[in-house]
């Protein structure tokens, strides 16, 4: 697959920010010829139980920005994630920047619009966010040339991040004992995922691949970069010889032992907002739980 904006001469300098609690790796992504950079999927801290937030991931960044006097340009969803909280507005009201998301983000607010019974007042357009991004659509950060390359299969809306000599997987791959992710939430797609997996997979293999999610299989590190040369040959579910049938056959029926992720129904309201949250009538946050939907 021809990719025009590839350029792997430029080498941007990446940051992983490991947040335990939901198993995410959220990225500080700089230009090495200037002060701009870029996050990548942040992470909003809450204690469900509680319905109280809290900071300290997004602190963490803002605060590493803050302190080698960088320039925030974007902040960058790769999908609408269902296993934690975006911290984009927080973090935009701190710094600036413009939002990000893949374009099929309406595909994502109509279905999840009607699970969550959101009245008209709830803009089913991408409008939340600065930016719609679709395949093959560029950006800049600084000098850098990014670009965006439609991963749908998890959901709709996702998308792998190239910049320079390294690629932002999302959750269309995980490390190679990780595998992949699931493919059954509402506009899922087991044989999109292995499809999309293919174009990933089709970047040069000496390119640099950071995971958003990594769970350490069989007690190893916690782990997050690696290379598509790597996941080509050692993915456990599409690496080798696999083909469109195994994977969706293998996909199907792990999906199918998967329990929800416990924090679905504040991420999906949330993210599905640019990182806002709901209003009731009077203006306060709050979330709802829908019932035998999901």
Partial sequence: MSFPALNMSVKPEVD??????????????????????????SV???????GRLAYDSANR???????????????????????????APYIQQKLGGKTGVGARITE?????????NEGTEFERDGSQFDALFADGDTYTIGSMTAFAIATPGHTPACMVHVIGDAAFAGDTLFMPDGGSARADFPGGDAGQLYDSIQKVLSLPDEMHLFICHDYGPGGRDIAWETTIGQERCENIHVGGEKTREDFIKFRTERDAQLSMPKLIIPSIQVNMRGGEFPRDGSGNPVLRVPIDTL
Avoid at 18 to 36: G, Q, R
Avoid at 44 to 49: G, K, S, T
Avoid at 73 to 81: F, L, Q, Y
Avoid at 109 to 116: D, N, S, Y
């Fill in 108 to 116: 994502i607010q109509q279905t999840f619009g009607k699970i969550f």
């Fill in 44 to 50: 909003l801290d809450i204690d469900y139980a509680s």
């Fill in 16 to 41: 992983g920010f490991f947040d335990a609690a939901t198993n995410t790796i959220s990225y500080l992504v700089k230009d090495p010829k200037s002060n701009a950079c870029a996050i990548i999927d």
């Fill in 61 to 87: 960044l803002i605060d590493t920005i803050q302190m080698r006097g960088l320039i925030l340009e974007w902040i960058i969803e790769t999908h609408v994630h269902a296993d934690h909280l975006s911290a």
